[in-house]
């Protein structure tokens, strides 16, 4: 698999799609820190890491309005591909949706949104947006 981030996002952009409660995801560190952050700006439900063999995987519990039918993720969007990267400053850091969305960057501090990374002065490589 050439680009593991794209797939996370394709799978759970199926499962929204396909209206399932649950989607079982392989797990690595980078998607776990993706889906943390999901987790703590509303756009997922819960999550829960299963260790099974050598790579384990993540259970992520999908969040939908009282009648089941609106999804709290609209789009998921990857940005920076392995044929192409994208990197930006801290000055120059992505808005999505006028600051109603959220960019997901790779830091040298770790993984954090577009507004953590600007208030913490650090750059880094745009991974996707969500909205």
Request: proline share 4%.
């Given at each position: ?10 799978r759970?952009r ?9 989607v079982?995801i392989?797990?690595s560190?980078?998607?776990?820190e ?6 703590e ?8 890491f299963v260790?099974?063999?050598?790579q ?5 519990a ?7 039918r609106?999804n709290a ?5 990857r ?8 990197y ?9 949706i006028?600051?109603?969305?959220i ?17 913490a ?5 745009v ?5």
């Amino acid at each position: 698999m050439t680009d593991p981030i794209a797939d996370y996002l394709t799978r759970l952009r199926n499962a929204i799609q396909a209206k399932h409660r649950v989607v079982e995801i392989p797990a690595s560190n980078l998607k776990k820190e993706i889906t943390k952050i999901l987790f703590e700006k509303g756009y997922i439900l819960n999550y829960k890491f299963v260790e099974d063999g050598p790579q384990g995987t993540i259970k992520v519990a999908l969040k939908y309005d009282v009648t089941g039918r609106s999804n709290a993720i609209k789009k998921l969007i990857r940005v920076s591909t392995p044929g192409l990267r994208k990197y930006t400053g801290y000055r120059e850091m992505p808005r999505v949706i006028n600051g109603l969305g959220i960019a997901i960057v790779s830091t040298s501090k770790g993984v954090m949104t577009d507004k953590e990374a600007a208030a913490a002065k650090i750059g880094g490589e745009v991974l996707c947006y969500v909205y």
